[in-house]
């Protein structure tokens, strides 16, 4: 039984189009996160969600829109693709949150691999 | 200077070696790392959690130095399975900073 799950694993779409991944995590945890890795492997935050709520904002384009219905899930829109947003996106959960120590301590899921045509 | 450096490698290593590597940090107010391995084309899965000097489990070691700056990983008795990018993590003020990963290869 998977715990965080991602799905799709691969996109394929082309530029201009609008895409959604979806998360869940089956762990009880109350943080959230999605991550972007880009081809030169580097892992940058995107978002983070606490029981629903967000609560890190980096500098995204506004066409990414993460949305959280509950704190199980976690979804991920992007409007108007561009060559760019071509990445692996991992989602991730936590037990801990800000304040505290173990706020490193996160469970991936397997990601799912855009590529923008 | 970045916040937190990794030497990217690839180191490569005998099976049955010692290896070692660093990731160095800016911030001294840094609270908590971690160590995770990335197999290619996977996650990211934690391996260590240090929130003090450092942290042994079984043939892996991590050593804090916070008069320097750095954290240290030790493998000892390398496998061939832990060919992997190895990812060091700083919490700073419960902030991630993700380095970059050091890529390590494991040689029959």
């Known amino acids: 039984d998977t715990a965080v799950s991602q799905t799709p694993k691969y996109l394929v779409t082309q530029m201009g189009n609008d895409k959604s991944i979806k998360c869940e995590q089956n762990l009880g945890h109350d943080t959230m996160y999605w991550y972007k890795q880009d081809s030169k492997k580097f892992l940058k935050i995107m978002f983070s969600y606490n029981n629903k709520e967000l609560i890190i904002n980096e500098t995204v384009p506004n066409r990414f829109s993460p949305k959280s219905p509950d704190k199980a899930h976690l979804n991920l829109h992007i409007n108007s693709l561009e060559l760019g947003d071509s990445a692996v996106y991992f989602c991730a959960s936590s037990q801990a949150g800000g304040g505290s120590q173990r706020v490193g301590e996160l469970f991936f899921g397997e990601g799912s691999r855009l590529t923008v045509l | 200077r970045k916040e937190v450096e990794q030497d990217p490698g690839p180191f490569n290593v005998p099976e049955g070696a010692t290896v070692a590597f660093n990731c160095t940090y800016s911030?001294?107010?840094?609270?908590?790392f971690f160590w995770y391995r990335q197999d290619c084309r996977k996650e990211p899965k934690l391996l260590m959690s240090?929130?003090?000097?450092?942290n042994e489990d079984g043939r892996f070691t991590a050593q804090l130095n916070r008069a320097s700056q750095y954290i240290s990983l030790l493998i000892r008795d390398s496998k061939l399975s832990d060919s992997a990018t190895y990812l060091c993590v700083v919490n700073k003020n419960y902030q991630l900073i993700w380095g970059a990963g050091t890529k390590l290869i494991i040689k029959p």
């Open positions: 911030n001294s107010a840094s609270q908590s």
């Open positions: 240090v929130y003090s000097s450092g």
